[in-house]
């Protein structure tokens, strides 16, 4: 399968280097205002990647969110759906936002690209768990995603093309206070489907809509006084797809047939930033985001649900004494219009093992239309306080807590989150040769709430006493940096899970059955040397268990990876880029098919088989080698022009995707993922 990635920038029209002025007082005005925290305040538990990283990321094609699972305890299920497993959670653990926005996926088709355009993005912020009161509740992960708020030039764009997709992008100044970008793509995978069946083993019926989607993004952003900044943006997508199944995807044959999915979303807000260097920091956003999923299975069974939500949130950071005491508070108030339409069917869920969503009363599809109007009431308070500061010791603490109101179920929550950060030894000032200190060390704990959804309250026989699930996590975390190039961190997690929502078969409704545990260990080291070298090895072991109800046996977690491997070299030569990355993980969970028994169907009266299952293994390990070379052909002031190539899966490992079990649950089938793949960029950046 070979890739081609065009991509050609269009014209800047001048630049612009100099600062932004106010012209009222002739003050200078840079944008974004300052942040105000002191350096050991920074230290939260999280993970943070640069906008550069991102578009010089090594086996993702350019793509922004692809380079998380290089992070220890981040991982994405296979090559092509890049949904994130963060430290043993699944994908309805993660909480999404871009420029405070919620955002309703990350990728477009599960893993084709991201919804989000790399060009514009200034960092990433990955908070694996742990974190503080500061984000909301129903996760117990967040992906932070910001785009830049200020261009050195006054006009500039770029258009990109490929197999999948082409895109546009356009970026300039307003005026001398100002910033504004404007992005836009879309799909045509019609010639690529043509030319697949050529490539690899398909079935050529399998696909009956060519899978389509789009999206756009778009930011203005205006200096109103030196410590005012106001923030209007928007961002939306779409996906749509129509497959057939057939008997070797599914048994039953009321289940055959057309699978549909349509899965639109967009967000818009505009909010207001404030700060005063040393003082305060203040963001206040009134939001809005809707999004929607519509499912159509085999014989006319149906699953949709809209949902809308209307959000005014605050928050603020202020230094009760700079840099000793930071207090930091919020409040998010949303209403939340929902509504659900389902015919005999219910959302696929981590343990669905034979893969079966019908929701049948007396061999009758069960016909579900409710609406409701949700109201989530949240608001937080948090401290942090330097203990000690010494030259050879310094201890600092957060103690926060968030507060919780869901009127679904009528419910109130109160989670306390903390930090207690220790640093020993000096600071060492000149940098050279290797240091045991200073080294800090981060305990952290937090409770995290997770209500639920609608379709769990209505779907089935209606479960009003439904309650939310509680997560409690406990984190351990050393950070070193053993030279001036060179810095290793290393954290150990537990998490224990409980009150966690599932169907129950037998009595055909949601209740709160499930619990679980996860624990694990994380090391990374990194190696850098100015724009030359960076060197990036990062491994975790991890243990995450479900026990599906009191009755049953505890077992592994369909979306854990125990072992996660990643080594990633990138060095730069005067034209030259070079680049490798090496993963390596457990293989793949399935449960063995042990046999078949037959089964009539009372109703219908018609024969079909149900399978025996045996116990859960692990196919073969995976791993994966991607090269990337990049010449940079064009140098001058004004005319950049270079070409990339990548190799993906150099040596051709044969991962497993998953295992089919074949028509009437006869055999195993294992099914591979993505072979070795060629992927070719060439790019002309112009400026005048």
């Known amino acids: 399968m070979i890739l081609l990635f065009f991509i050609i920038p269009l014209s800047a029209i001048g630049q612009s280097g100099d600062p932004i002025k106010d012209d009222a007082s002739d003050d200078t005005i840079t944008l974004p205002p300052v942040v105000v925290e002191?350096?050991?305040?920074?230290?939260?538990?999280?993970?943070?990647?640069?906008?550069?990283?991102?578009?010089?990321?090594?086996?993702?094609?350019?793509?922004?969110?692809?380079?998380?699972?290089?992070?220890?305890?981040?991982?994405?299920?296979?090559?092509?759906?890049?949904?994130?497993?963060?430290?043993?959670?699944?994908?309805?653990?993660?909480?999404?936002?871009?420029?405070?926005?919620?955002?309703?996926?990350?990728?477009?088709?599960?893993?084709?690209?991201s919804t989000v355009?790399?060009?514009?993005?200034?960092?990433?912020?990955?908070?694996?768990?742990?974190?503080?009161?500061?984000?909301?509740?129903?996760?117990?992960?967040?992906?932070?995603?910001?785009?830049?708020?200020?261009?050195?030039?006054?006009?500039?764009?770029?258009?990109?093309?490929?197999?999948?997709?082409?895109?546009?992008?356009?970026?300039?100044?307003?005026?001398?206070?100002?910033?504004?970008?404007?992005?836009?793509?879309?799909?045509?995978?019609?010639?690529?489907?043509?030319?697949?069946?050529?490539?690899?083993?398909?079935?050529?019926?399998?696909?009956?809509?060519?899978?389509?989607?789009?999206?756009?993004?778009?930011?203005?952003?205006y200096q109103l006084t030196k410590n005012h900044r106001l923030v209007v943006n928007t961002i939306a997508a779409d996906d749509s797809a129509e497959f057939r199944l057939g008997p070797d995807e599914v048994s039953d044959s009321d289940l055959r047939g057309p699978l549909k999915s349509e899965n639109p979303f967009d967000s818009q807000g505009i909010h207001l930033y404030s700060g005063k260097e040393k003082t305060f920091r203040s963001v206040v956003s009134l939001t809005r985001s809707f999004s929607r999923r519509a499912l159509k299975y085999g014989d006319g069974y149906f699953y949709g649900n809209t949902d809308s939500v209307y959000s005014l949130r605050g928050d603020l950071q202020y230094w009760v004494k700079f840099p000793k005491t930071l207090i930091e508070s919020g409040f998010d108030l949303s209403y939340l219009p929902s509504s659900l339409n389902s015919i005999g069917a219910r959302p696929l869920e981590e343990g669905d093992w034979d893969y079966d969503f019908r929701?049948?009363?007396?061999?009758?599809?069960?016909?579900?239309?409710?609406?409701?109007?949700?109201h989530r009431l949240e608001g937080y308070l948090q401290a942090t306080q330097d203990l000690i500061s010494s030259r050879y010791a310094a201890l600092y603490a957060t103690i926060g807590m968030r507060a919780n109101y869901f009127n679904l179920i009528d419910s109130f929550s109160l989670q306390p989150r903390g930090l207690l950060g220790l640093t020993l030894g000096p600071e060492q000032t000149n940098g050279v040769g290797l240091s045991f200190l200073p080294i800090d060390l981060r305990f952290m704990f937090g409770n995290y709430v997770q209500n639920p959804r609608l379709f769990q309250v209505a779907l089935g026989n209606e479960n009003p006493e439904i309650a939310p699930s509680l997560a409690r996590h406990y984190v351990v975390a050393i950070e070193k940096r053993l030279t001036s190039e060179t810095k290793v961190e290393v954290a150990g997690y537990y998490k224990n899970l409980s009150d966690m929502i599932t169907f129950n078969l037998s009595k055909k409704r949601y209740e709160n059955l499930k619990t679980g545990s996860v624990k694990g260990v994380e090391v990374s080291l990194e190696h850098e040397i100015g724009e030359a070298f960076r060197g990036w090895v990062a491994y975790s072991y991890t243990v995450s268990k479900r026990q599906d109800s009191p009755h049953e046996k505890e077992r592994d977690f369909m979306f854990g990876t125990p072992h996660v491997l990643t080594i990633n070299l990138n060095s730069t030569f005067e034209s030259w880029e070079f680049g490798a990355n090496w993963q390596y993980k457990s293989g793949v969970l399935y449960t063995t098919l042990e046999g078949r028994e037959e089964y009539i169907n009372p109703f219908t009266k018609n024969q079909t088989w149900l399978p025996i299952w045996g116990v859960q293994k692990r196919t073969a390990p995976y791993h994966r080698l991607d090269l990337r070379v990049h010449y940079s052909f064009i140098r001058l002031d004004n005319l950049k022009g270079g070409f990339t190539f990548e190799l993906w899966n150099a040596y051709n490992r044969r991962n497993i995707l998953q295992v089919r079990y074949g028509e009437h649950f006869t055999k195993e089938v294992p099914i591979a993922q993505l072979p070795i793949v060629p992927f070719f960029a060439f790019t002309l950046e112009l400026r005048m």
């Open 117 to 221: 355009n790399a060009e514009v993005i200034q960092n990433v912020e990955v908070y694996p768990g742990g974190y503080g009161a500061e984000f909301g509740s129903d996760s117990q992960a967040v992906i932070d995603i910001y785009s830049r708020s200020i261009t050195d030039t006054r006009l500039g764009g770029k258009l990109n093309s490929n197999l999948v997709y082409s895109q546009a992008f356009l970026e300039g100044n307003i005026g001398k206070r100002g910033y504004w970008y404007a992005f836009g793509r879309r799909s045509y995978m019609g010639p690529l489907f043509e030319l697949l069946p050529s490539l690899v083993k398909v079935e050529e019926d399998l696909v009956t809509q060519v899978p389509s989607f789009w999206s756009y993004q778009g930011k203005a952003v």
């Open 359 to 374: 929701l049948k009363a007396q061999g009758e599809k069960v016909h579900t239309v409710t609406s409701k109007a949700l």
């Open 38 to 113: 002191a350096e050991r305040i920074k230290k939260k538990p999280r993970h943070t990647f640069k906008g550069s990283t991102f578009r010089n990321a090594i086996g993702t094609g350019g793509d922004p969110l692809r380079l998380l699972n290089q992070l220890p305890s981040v991982g994405v299920l296979n090559d092509f759906a890049g949904i994130l497993s963060v430290r043993g959670g699944g994908p309805e653990d993660n909480l999404y936002y871009f420029d405070r926005l919620p955002l309703g996926y990350p990728y477009h088709l599960y893993g084709i690209v």
